[in-house]
């Protein structure tokens, strides 16, 4: 799997329907509510950035874990 220069990993918990995503920033992000069908799609996108930015973020509820803290956001 190739990486984008924004995401340096992923990980899908299918029972749980949630996206785990690393950021090269060091921020973390766990998407929940995501279906397997959308998980494998991002996982074959050729850009997962582009495949991220249209497909995943602001559509899915998400919190950022910290080192400290955790913080819930909401889809739009």
């Known amino acids: ?6 995401i340096r990993g992923a990980w899908y918990l299918p029972k ?3 996206l785990d995503l690393l950021f090269t920033n060091g ?9 397997l069908a ?4 991002f996982a074959r996108a050729e ?6 930015n249209a497909e995943i973020r602001n559509r ?3 919190r950022e874990v ?3 803290q955790i913080v819930e956001r909401q889809a739009a």
């Open 1 to 6: 799997m190739s990486w984008s220069s924004v």
């Open 16 to 18: 749980r329907r949630q």
């Open 27 to 35: 921020r973390r992000y766990i998407y929940s509510g995501v279906p």
């Open 38 to 41: 959308t998980a494998n799609e």
């Open 47 to 52: 850009s997962k950035g582009r495949y991220y």
């Open 60 to 62: 899915y509820p998400c």
């Open 66 to 68: 910290g080192q400290d």
